[in-house]
């Protein structure tokens, strides 16, 4: 049997924490010294980059993670969220001389290679108020309390960096990075070779990557990106089609008119002029729908209008609004022939009906249907691509799928076609056996759902529940499953309410998809 050497004389000892609290655009950089650092994401999600000499890591760090800063090393900690975030630091010695980086344990210690390692661990968010009390050297209690917390900190870091890492996991981090630049900065002139020279692997490797994580090759994404953008904003009246070129990022605008009708299917003058057409949509259902084919209602009535018995102010307010073209869930055949008065009226039924049937019908309508089929054909580009990655990260392990709602969680089974449709059809993520049988169950207490034979939950939480919130639900999973080796929570945020259409399945998938690549 192998003998292994006790690990005597290497320990840890806590020398204090501070809390950074950042406003939007705002960088605090740091140095670890001969100490360590543990970083906790304790609000909205920062970009952390570490420098040692010349090696440089980045990634994005989001509420609830934990990230650790080695000794010796800058750190940079930058807000690129759209509202105040804050980080708690806690900083760490080793035994011996004050913490030196050869007195440090070895998980920590000095090594040859930059990572950047991060793991969700949202329960430090209960010791945070221990580690910033600054009684914690006078107090017996709190010492060992804040220490005990910290074995715990890094006995769950050493075990996670133990796990064997791919060789593409650093490339991976860099296409995510990649992929947010491109969203973020459109309108700017982007050199993808230069980016694949970045990456630090060879140009094949990194387009290979993107393409796995994206279903798209990185022109393809950026042209993408910049198109669904100017759909937007040729559907402007103001907008001319050589300032949409310009605001996306091409200074030809002849390019770009060549580009648009090659993807489109019709020039962006053709676009423009079908697109200015005064839509009012009186169904929030349809909104995700004409969102996605650049399509800015005049008016939107929400859901309850067509419950409320006295429909007078709102056929009022309709008129008012001066439509050219009005979309509507059924109607009584009285409010049919009172917006018929107004102007055309396009009556979808869409309970029942294929949102993608009811997409190409809404771009019919609008003569934009090539527009429509060219959004669905991306989408099922990054639905095909979602499945591979479903594939490759989860495996056979089969997921519940869930809402959370202010009062209760709902469950969906596969009798609820529209939930099943997406992500256990489309995106092959395995259903457990016990929701053969269920289209939907409501129930006030998670322990009612963790009572199902399943380990594994996807949550749907509105974008209105707090970080804090969706925290607290992620450890009551794992407390009720505590007893199983492998449970996992995966969070994917909606607006409210929870419509089914094209933007909502887009941005189910995209959340997805980046949950499995940094989870």
Known sequence: ???????????????????????????????????????????????????????????????????????????????????????????????????????????????????????????????????????????????????????????????FMGKPRGADDDLLDYVVQMKQTMLQQYGEPM??????????????????????????????????????????????????????AHTIGYPDELYFSRLFKKHMGITPTEFASCSRTRVANLCPVFRGDLAVLGITPVLELPRAWYSDPVKEPYLKQIASCRPELIFTAPVEDEV?????????????????????????????????PTVARRWLAYFQAKADNA?????????????????????????????RIKIRDLFYDELGVKPPAAVSQIAFLDVPSLHDIAALDCDNVLFLAPNSMTDESCCGIEEEWLHLKRNRSKKRCIFIRHEEPLLYNAAFYESLIDQLVNDLATG
């Open 1 to 159: 049997m192998e003998q292994r050497q006790p690990f005597c004389g290497h320990s840890l000892r806590y020398m204090g924490a501070q809390e950074l609290k950042l406003e939007m655009g705002k960088n605090e950089e740091l140095s670890s010294g001969g100490h360590i650092l543990f970083g906790f994401v304790l609000k909205g999600s920062v970009r952390v980059t570490l420098q040692a000499g010349e090696r440089r890591k980045n990634g994005q760090m989001h509420y609830g993670e934990l990230f650790f800063v080695p000794a010796n090393c800058r750190c940079s900690i930058f807000n690129n969220d759209k509202q105040q975030v804050c980080v708690v630091l806690m900083r760490c010695a080793g035994d011996g001389q004050d913490g030196a980086n050869c007195a440090l344990p070895a998980p920590f210690g000095r090594s040859e290679e930059l990572r950047l390692y991060h793991l969700r661990m949202p329960r430090i968010q209960r010791w945070v108020a221990d580690f910033l009390n600054e009684y914690w050297q006078h107090d017996w209690a709190l010492f060992y309390r804040v220490h005990a917390q910290l074995y715990a900190i890094a006995a769950e870091l050493a075990a």
């Open 191 to 244: 050199d993808i070779e230069r980016m694949a020279q970045l990456s630090g692997a060879s140009s094949a490797r990194f387009y290979k990557a993107f393409k796995q994580h994206t279903g798209l090759s990185p022109l393809q994404f950026m042209t993408s990106v910049r198109l669904n953008e100017s759909l937007r904003l040729l559907a402007r009246h103001s907008s001319s089609v050589m300032e949409v």
């Open 336 to 368: 049919y022939e009172k917006l018929s008065q107004i102007c055309p009226v396009v009556m979808i039924k869409w309970k029942g009906y294929s949102w993608k049937e009811r997409l190409v019908q809404i771009g019919s309508t609008l003569n934009i």
């Open 387 to 415: 499945r591979k990655q479903v594939e490759r990260r989860l495996g056979d392990e089969p997921f519940l799928v869930v809402s959370v709602y202010e009062a209760m969680f709902r469950l969906y089974g596969m009798q």
